[in-house]
């Protein structure tokens, strides 16, 4: 008889260490792989500072960027630095007006519209930029809830500048198109802040380098950016 106690006790013993080891690595599971917030997705509106009376946007431009960034936490904190690469892309939308970009002229101009009439007038500029961020999450364990602030600059080399108008001849949609990179500064920095809960945020930022070069266009102009993000993995 105490030879069957002893086996039925060892057997709930073994059961007691194996189920709190079950639970010990569900445990770990759960807090070793927090996402990182590796992919950041924004959409958003820009619009240019110091702009002067001669030129003549629309209310809204458009922006699409996207990163892959990579993580460090910084040591068992609620902090973490991170830094990435990716694109940035912007549209902006000039009303009864069009730019003259020419490779000919040494400065940029922006004229009146006239023939042809356009319904679409956009100057589109693209970068590969590299952003840098201090981060704070409030749930380090899970990063997918929970309040994030981050802060940083990001870093764009110019990689593609055009302007692009549509309009309609003979019922048939036309589109011109000039391409050059000639009077857009090839670098670019911009101030960051991101505020969000969870995968989603809003974001700003701001140039903090003039958008044309010098002699090349006017001076001081520099854009800004507001919209939504989502992050993940």
Known sequence: MTKYLLAIAFLFCLSNVDAQ???????????????????????????????????????????????????????????SFAAGVGIGTSNIYFKNQVLDISDTTPAIKFLPETNPSYKKYKLTTAYVEAPFELRYFANKENRNVG???????????LISSHTKGKY?????????????????????????????????SVY?????SNLFRANSGPENIRPFQLGVCLTGL
């Open 168 to 200: 309609t001849l003979n019922s048939k949609p036309i589109v011109d198109k000039v391409v050059t990179k000639r009077y857009i500064e090839t670098w670019r920095y911009a101030a960051t802040l991101r505020l969000g809960y969870g995968n989603f």
């Open 21 to 79: 080891t079950g639970s010990l690595e569900a445990t770990k599971k759960s807090y070793s792989a927090p996402s990182r917030d590796y992919v950041m997705i924004q959409i958003g509106t820009e619009k240019w500072t110091n702009v002067p009376d001669s030129i003549v946007t629309t209310s809204l431009g458009r922006v699409f960027n996207a990163y892959l960034c990579y993580d460090f936490p910084i040591a068992k904190s609620n902090f």
């Open 147 to 157: 309040f994030k602030a981050a802060i940083g600059l990001r870093v764009g080399a």
């Open 204 to 208: 700003g930022a701001y140039n903090i």
